[in-house]
């Protein structure tokens, strides 16, 4: 078997990486993505990375592409990116034109809870739902060391679920999303609301603020055992494993893990909350594994 090529499409740069079939690093680059530059310069910039990393032999087909984002199933566009200028082109096909490959689109979640599952915290359980919980709430579900998408590929949008009837409004259209109270954007929306300050949620925590406010902190860790107990009570996965920026938050393992166990729907709680172990590599890592695990 080949080589696999997996790039990472992300908000500031572009992360490509090759593999082998022990999942060893053959050659890794990563450039800026420029997204101001619009479409057309992005999608040479991708071109020209895998051109480059192809150049070592022997890859196989198909090439992974890890992007935030959602992801029409049906015509390979993307949805709701954090890089506008994606939205709506058709990246997937321009890109086969272009490399002579097929190519596989996921979101960084799915790549996300791919690769932990595999290769990180969680690679010695079955069922694996992995949380990305930074800007937004994303989630992707791993069963078997395999995908699970469901035939609306919507699988893990746990972000979406109603947290609170008729509370705040989301961008999806509806409203109590929990994307709505327990994503960064949603903290440190509502931590400003409260002191008139912008401040970063990791910093809140890590500094210890939130004690002039132990309400932001309670809802925080009430909002995220609630979600999390509503996962669990449906899907019961062996291990949830945590990604994003707001994973680094320790009070997630210990204080959230109580919340988690005071809201399911059973008196024994087992399930491990896991803090990822490849960072922000897990990415590339998804998009190279893509063409073996789908």
Request: hydrophobic share 40%; proline share 3%; net charge negative.
């Amino acid at each position: 078997m080949g080589n696999k090529l997996g790039i990472d499409l992300g908000g500031t740069k572009i992360e490509a990486i090759i593999i082998n079939d022990a999942f060893q690093v053959i050659e890794r680059k990563r450039v800026a993505t420029n997204r101001d530059e619009g479409y057309d310069a992005i999608l040479k910039r991708i071109v020209d990375l895998a051109h480059e990393l192809m150049k070592t032999g022997n890859v196989e087909g198909p090439i992974g592409i890890c992007t935030p984002g959602a992801i029409d199933f049906k015509t390979g566009t993307l949805k709701n990116s954090n890089t506008v200028c994606l939205i709506d082109k058709p990246l997937r096909s321009d890109l086969e034109v272009a490399l002579c490959l097929p190519i596989l689109m996921e979101n960084d979640a799915n790549c996300f809870a791919l690769a932990e599952a595999i290769l990180g915290a969680a690679k010695d359980y079955r069922l694996v739902f992995g949380v990305v919980l930074g800007t937004g709430c994303g989630g992707g579900v791993v069963i078997n060391k395999n995908i699970h998408r469901g035939p609306n590929h919507i699988s893990g949008e746990w972000g979406h679920h109603v947290l609170y009837p008729n509370g705040r409004d989301c961008y999806c259209g509806n409203r109590g999303c929990t994307e709505s109270y327990i994503s960064g954007t949603a903290l440190e929306k509502e931590w400003k609301e409260l002191t008139n300050e912008f401040k970063c949620v990791t910093d809140i925590i890590d500094n210890e603020d939130y004690l002039k406010h132990p309400e932001w902190k309670e809802n925080f860790i009430n909002n995220f055992g609630a979600a999390m107990a509503n996962v669990i009570d449906i899907l019961d996965p062996d291990a949830i494993v945590l990604g994003g920026g707001l994973s680094k938050i320790d009070l997630l393992y210990s204080e959230g893990s109580d919340a988690i166990a005071k809201a399911i729907f059973s008196r024994n709680f087992v399930t491990p909350i896991l803090k990822n172990k490849l960072g922000d590599s897990a990415g590339v890592f998804g998009a190279a594994m893509l063409g073996d695990h789908i």
